[in-house]
């Protein structure tokens, strides 16, 4: 069964500090992604890498950076955590194609006061 | 600029009905577009999709149509079932490059018994 594991459900940091969060994929997909999902807004991308070492800006990527070390996991900084960044964080994956669904997982709920 | 757009934010339905969620999209590059599900404190389950070659697909209770000349999506769900009250995620993507998906803000839909 396709399985996207985010390492944290939930998680309190205080503002300045370095956030790491991480994603791991069991399905061999060649895509990650890491959005951010807040009230009204819907998802919106921050980063995504479509192979080992390799990423590119999403809509929103000011204030986070991404690490792709290996193909199964691909994990999201917050270099220097601010109060604007409080969100529920998702990782997803997929195949190359337009036509490739992505596969979530279930969120990193992010607080930073 | 908000290039998919779900203007309903929630739709109240009674058990055994249709229940109608809409879309709508700006970018004309659009060629794939998909429906994702998602129940609290999981992350988004994908639905259905349709590519632009098509005006229809149908999934069991799940139907999505696509008005191309409107830029304008919507999935029927028939019958409702309890079991379908969740967020729902409509999704774009232009098939090209790393296969981005855009998302638009959800529409909470409650199934009433």
């Known amino acids: 069964d396709v399985k996207v594991t985010q390492s944290s459900r939930y998680l309190v940091k205080r503002t300045g500090e370095k956030v790491f969060l991480e994603c791991v994929q069991d399905m061999d997909h060649e895509n990650m992604f890491w959005y951010r999902q807040d009230p009204g807004l819907g998802l919106r991308l921050i980063y995504f890498?479509?192979?080992?070492?390799?990423?590119e800006k999403g809509d929103i990527p000011e204030g986070y950076s991404v690490s792709r070390e290996k193909k199964e996991r691909f994990s999201l900084i917050l270099e220097s955590a601010s109060t604007n960044q409080t969100s529920m964080y998702l990782c997803?994956?997929?195949?190359?194609?337009?036509?490739?669904?992505?596969?979530f997982g279930d969120g990193t709920r992010l607080s930073i006061l | 600029d908000q290039q998919v757009k779900q203007n309903s934010p929630s739709l109240s339905v009674q058990e055994g009905r249709i229940s109608i969620l809409n879309c709508d999209y700006t970018n004309s590059m659009f060629d794939y577009f998909l429906w994702y599900k998602k129940y609290p404190a999981e992350g988004p389950t994908f639905l259905i999709s349709?590519?632009?070659?098509?005006d229809k697909n149908e999934d069991g209770r799940f139907t999505v149509f696509l008005n191309k000349s409107a830029k304008h999506l919507s999935l029927h769900i028939v019958p409702s079932q309890p079991g379908d009250s969740a967020v729902y995620f409509c999704a774009a993507s232009a098939n090209r490059g790393a296969q981005k998906l855009v998302f638009g803000q959800g529409t909470r839909l409650t199934i009433n018994p």
């Open positions: 890498s479509y192979d080992v070492k390799m990423k």
């Open positions: 997803a994956s997929s195949f190359p194609g337009g036509n490739q669904p992505q596969h």
């Open positions: 349709i590519s632009s070659i098509k």
